[in-house]
Each structure stands twice: as structure tokens, then as C-alpha cells.
């Protein structure tokens, strides 16, 4: 199993609304990540998490909670977002890319949510 | 990470081969070739890397020249299906901890039939 899977695919809410992004992969994974991209833009990094606990996250503004409650998921929450977040938010995973692990440092990536906020 | 500087677009006839040019002038000795393409509305998808030697799979073959100041991404016969954002990144590889990748513009590969 290769996949990373994203939940929901399609997301529309308003500016008071509270939701969340959902992510799950099953390659035994330790690294996780949330991606913003923008139309006709490169991804953007938000945020890193390594063993579960988040190491890096790219002054993204607190409307955007991470969480990785397990070492499968990775979830962002969201609230009073503005309609200028509306974007593609992508999630991927990867090992460690540490030799003698197998392993490649690729990143895989889900297919995304696409988020309108009204 | 060092940068990299890629074409905005190029074309390519189906059935040729696309070669995808990639500058990275300021490569380090620990950093890898990461190639990375996007078809429109899904999420990136990794293609192959590199450090030195060419290397080829089932996807495409990359051509690192000696000093390692660029490289082309060569997909032998080309199909519409490989119309995409296609992203060249140089990334450290072994690093033992998450290792995030930063995307440039990449180059916007259009196959026509």
C-alpha cells in the first residue's frame, strides 16, 4: 500500500465555520506533511512532523491547527479561516531516507483537499 | 536546499523524447536530484533521483553531468498522459529525520498528439 489518503476531497465553508482536513497512510511512515498550493503556484510547506511530533511549521497563522494524534494520521484543523486560504491542501509522508533502512526520502503524496472558504 | 532553475515550458510531440532541463549551480556534495512532476489537480508525484551517476527506472532517466551544476530529466516517448508541472529539487538525502521538499516553479511539460 502506497497511498496516502486525503479526506474530504472537496471542502466549502464559511468564514465561522470549524472543520478538518484528514490525512492516513499505512507505509509505516514517520514523517508527515501539510502542503498549501495555490492556483498556477508551486506547493508551499505549512507544516512537518516527525515521530509524531510537530518540528517544523512555516509561520503559518494559528486559524491553521496541525495534529498528529498516531503515527498514521495527520489531521488539520481549521477555523475562522479567510476566503484568501481557499487552496489545494496537500498531504504526504515519508521515511527517513536514512541508508541501511530501505528506504528513499521520497515523499508521497494524496491528492488533496480542495478548500473554498466563502 | 540549493535552488534550482528550470524552463517555464516546453513541448514535446508524442512519441519523442522530452528532455527537461534543470540548473542547481550551487549543489552541495550531500545533496541529491530530486525529480517530482504534477498532473493538473492531483498531488505531485515523485519520478527518480540522483547524486552522480545517470540513473534510469521505469518512468525516465536523469543525466547528472560531472560537476553537478545541472541535469535533464529525459522521458524516452513521451504521451499525453505525461502532460504536467514537472519539478526539479535538490534535497539532501540522508538526513535521518523528516526532510521536506521546497518546490520551485518547475516546468510545465505539454505533450501534443
Known amino acids: 500500500d502506497t497511498e496516502v489518503t486525503q479526506t474530504p476531497k472537496h471542502l466549502v465553508m464559511g468564514m465561522t465555520n470549524k472543520k478538518s482536513l484528514k490525512c492516513e497512510q499505512h507505509?509505516?511512515?514517520?514523517?508527515m506533511y501539510w502542503y498549501k498550493q495555490k492556483a498556477k503556484k508551486p506547493p508551499e510547506l505549512m507544516f512537518v512532523?516527525?515521530?509524531?511530533?510537530?518540528?517544523i511549521n512555516e509561520s503559518v497563522p494559528s486559524r491553521f491547527s496541525p495534529e498528529c494524534p498516531n503515527s498514521s494520521l495527520l489531521n488539520l484543523h481549521l477555523h475562522a479561516l479567510q476566503p484568501e486560504d481557499s487552496a489545494l491542501y496537500l498531504c504526504?509522508?515519508?521515511?527517513?531516507?536514512?541508508?541501511?533502512?530501505?528506504?528513499?526520502?521520497?515523499?508521497?503524496f494524496g491528492e488533496g483537499s480542495r478548500l473554498t472558504v466563502l | 536546499d540549493a535552488k534550482t532553475t528550470q524552463p517555464t515550458s516546453m513541448d514535446c510531440a508524442e512519441g519523442r523524447a522530452a528532455n527537461l532541463p534543470c540548473n542547481h549551480s550551487?549543489?552541495?556534495?550531500?545533496?541529491?536530484v530530486y525529480w517530482y512532476r504534477q498532473i493538473h489537480s492531483q498531488g505531485p508525484q515523485y519520478i527518480i533521483h540522483?547524486?552522480?551517476n545517470n540513473e534510469t527506472n521505469e518512468m525516465a532517466s536523469l543525466i547528472i553531468t560531472e560537476d553537478r551544476k545541472s541535469s535533464t530529466l529525459i522521458l524516452p516517448h513521451a504521451t499525453l498522459r505525461d502532460t504536467a508541472v514537472y519539478y526539479c529539487?535538490?534535497?539532501?538525502?540522508?538526513?535521518?529525520?523528516?526532510?521536506?521538499?521546497?518546490f520551485g516553479s518547475g516546468t510545465q511539460l505539454t505533450v501534443l498528439p
Open positions: 504526504a509522508s515519508s521515511d527517513r531516507g536514512m541508508p541501511g533502512e530501505g528506504g528513499t526520502g521520497e515523499l508521497f
Open positions: 512532523y516527525s515521530y509524531e511530533k510537530l518540528s
Open positions: 529539487i535538490v534535497r539532501v538525502y540522508f538526513s535521518g529525520s523528516a526532510r521536506q521538499l521546497t
Open positions: 550551487t549543489i552541495s556534495g550531500n545533496e541529491y
Open positions: 507505509m509505516g511512515h514517520r514523517a
Open positions: 540522483g547524486l552522480k
